[in-house]
């Protein structure tokens, strides 16, 4: 089992703790010292509290996490903050963790995959859609007549990216400015797929988990085992 499962929950609330003693390092005007509300109905306490509870959710969700026993993580706190007997000990606490997490991660793996596979499976049969060796799946939705980029050459691109479910997750056309990268230090389906569109083109991949970021997803956005969309214009090969 990998070993942040096991101390998730103490390095969840060493972090929030650490980075609340760096940002006391923070310069902070009069106003905002004075203010003794951050939001109304709420004192500092009150804020803090709220804030320690999301940021805890946040990891956990992040972790694959979508439901718990609101009352009995509340009767922890409480047990803990009033020196009271504790329903598990650490070492109870952990392996339960442990095994919740573990279920959860393989419940997500299988539903993702699964989906994953049902989608590619169906929508290669669409006439416009072609299949590499590799899995990769592309459509060309307008061909240009420039150089193909070979896997070691600087490509500058405009590009979108969204989940099965139709959840964009970045897109340089949102940030108002195209990005230039090396084609070889980019998520497999990007190497193999760029290389096959003359510049000018801008084509649609789906690219099967394995060849986007695997088991592991990138940040909350993309979870692990996600078949990824791009629609990628490929704008210049080279610097």
Sequence with gaps: MNKKYTLMACLLLGSLVANAQLGKKKKINKKQAAAELVQPGLNRIDSASYSFGLKIAQGLKSDGVDSLNYQLFSKALQDVFGDATTLLNDEDAYKAINVFLTEKREANMKKLTEEGKKFLEENKAKPNVKTTESGLQYEVITLGNGVKPKATDNVTVHYKGTLLNGKQFDSSYDRGEPVTFPLNQVIPGWTEGVQLMPAGSKYRFYIPYNL??????????????????????????GE
């Design 212 to 237: 986007a970021y695997g088991e592991r997803g990138a940040g909350q956005d993309i979870p692990p085992y996600s078949t990824l969309i791009f629609d990628v214009e490929l704008l210049k090969v």
